[in-house]
């Protein structure tokens, strides 16, 4: 056992790397450099340690090896992926939560726990205008979070007991959504057993939002093929190129066809919290389920994702089964472990529960006002620069754009010199903007959602990115 003085000077450590790392003057590099195989096996690998050392060595080594190789989400110039910055009273009460193992499990076990999940996620209902009142659970992500959405909308929907019979002998289930999907809602297909060539990927329109024509073309090909469409996914943003699905006109072709809505707010629910984005959202109100996630736009530690649905019956209906060695243990209160899969689980929605009594609602709509600011102002800094042009207007945070330097029209290169450019801020470590494709194409894409990220860094990532380009 580490002795009482030993583990308090351990912690103090810890403590002053974590304020290192969101106050320190020279920021760690956004990107690790580049590591070898060989290089961190020699840091982590060898053999199973049949001896034990001191506690107090490894620590040091521990922060030696593992912070030239992890990237630093805290840089003002991180803009790549939907990668944010962390929080630092929820980080440092990360010890304390496994110290004490504290788990939403069963009421009688842990009523706090279990009453800040509860909480955690009626606030988050009502922030993003999903519901005053929703249930749900907090998950490691937003792809967990998708996974239980779809997981109840096969129960809710099927026709059949899906927990009992399965699917085999029964019609095809479908499910629909946009081309530019998460693809975490195909392997979610793919897991529940209904196939990703059943996931439907519709076409988009010129903005890459979901042809709601094309949709209601497909539905009606299936039914009349003797399939079972059961559920459509909308995005609230997604994550291309953060475009909002028409949620409203999703809706009401959900009802009409009695399937489940599930809105993907991964990425972009959040921006609810904007007045001139709320129009965009209101279909929200109108989805069976919805998935956010506190650990992108709301900046809090891994892992925090949450699945919203309008009714705890849903989610009992889905995953409830009680074992015998835990009815003790149940009570009549109300038990998160019956509606969601697993059984241990640490508590994940402390973090999002003390960032919101932290800073508030008001704060977090200020910052989101401010990077839909800031991409606009990233996007009319790429229209005035004559070796860049943009790949679409930012309906959110995200803007995509491409590097085109004079005389230089071969797609191919163009493709190459986008990814080679992507490549090289990484390398430089003091900017991160991540690629993706749109319409065959490779663009640059950069997503302004961490509270790190000011005005100031986004013009100097782009002026170091137009650095980089000129020596390509
Ligand atoms: C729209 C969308 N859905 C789902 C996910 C997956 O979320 P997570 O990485 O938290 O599992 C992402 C991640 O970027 C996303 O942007």
Not at 48 to 77: C, K, S, V
Not at 364 to 374: I, K, P, T
Request: aromatic share 8%; proline share 6%.
């Amino acid at each position: 056992m580490t002795r009482p003085d030993t583990l308090r000077d351990l912690g103090y450590r810890i403590v002053d790397q974590i304020v290192e790392e969101f106050h320190g003057a020279n920021p760690r590099p956004v990107f690790p450099a580049p590591q070898t195989r060989d290089a961190m096996e020699a840091a982590f690998g060898g053999p199973l340690p049949l001896e034990g050392m001191e506690p107090d060595a490894l620590l040091q080594l521990a922060l030696d090896r593992i912070l030239p190789a992890a990237g630093n989400p805290n840089h003002p110039g991180s803009m790549g992926y939907v990668l944010t910055s962390s929080s630092p009273l929820p980080a440092l009460f990360e010890a304390l939560v496994a110290a004490i193992k504290l788990r939403p499990t069963t009421w009688k076990n842990q009523p706090a726990s279990c009453h800040i999940e509860t909480t955690v996620v009626r606030w988050l209902g009502e922030m993003a205008g999903f519901a005053p009142d929703a249930a749900g659970y907090v998950t490691t992500g937003g792809s967990w979070a998708n996974l239980a959405a779809l997981s109840v909308a096969r129960v809710r929907k099927a026709g059949w007991d899906v927990r009992a019979e399965g699917l085999n002998g029964k019609p095809q289930l479908v499910a629909y959504t946009s081309e530019h999907t998460h693809s975490c809602i195909q392997r979610s297909c793919e897991m529940l057993g209904i196939g990703a060539n059943w996931l439907r990927k519709i076409p988009l329109d010129k903005h890459f939002r979901l042809r709601t024509d094309l949709l209601e073309q497909a539905i009606q090909a299936d039914v009349t093929a003797g399939h079972k469409p059961f559920c459509v996914v909308g995005n609230a943003g997604t994550v291309e190129t953060g475009a909002i699905d028409p949620l409203n006109a999703l809706a009401d072709i959900a009802q009409r066809n009695n399937l489940w809505f599930h809105v993907d707010g991964a990425y972009g629910a959040f921006a609810a919290l904007v007045p001139e984005k709320r129009a965009l959202m209101t279909g929200i109100a109108r989805a069976d389920s919805l998935t956010v996630d506190p650990h992108k736009w709301l900046n809090t530690p891994f892992e925090a994702g949450c699945i919203l649905f309008r009714d705890w019956a849903d989610l009992r209906l889905t995953f409830s089964l009680i074992p015998h060695y835990l009815q003790a243990a149940m009570g009549t209160e109300h038990n998160q472990y019956e509606y969601g899969f697993e059984l241990s689980r640490t508590d994940r929605a402390l973090k999002v529960w003390l960032a919101l009594r932290q800073y508030g609602v008001a704060a977090y709509a200020a910052m989101v006002a401010d990077h839909l600011d800031f991409t606009h102002h990233l996007a009319s800094l790429i229209k005035e620069a004559p070796e860049f042009e943009l790949a679409c207007e930012p309906e959110l945070s995200i803007c995509c754009f491409r590097y085109v330097p004079p005389g230089v029209t071969d797609p191919v290169t163009l493709d190459q010199l986008n990814y080679d450019l992507e490549l090289a801020l990484m390398r430089d470590g003091r900017g991160l903007i991540s690629g993706t494709q749109l319409n065959g194409r490779r663009v640059l894409r950069a997503c302004i959602a961490s509270r790190s990220v000011t005005r100031q860094s986004v013009e100097e990532t782009f002026r170091l990115l137009r650095v980089l380009a000129a020596t390509l």
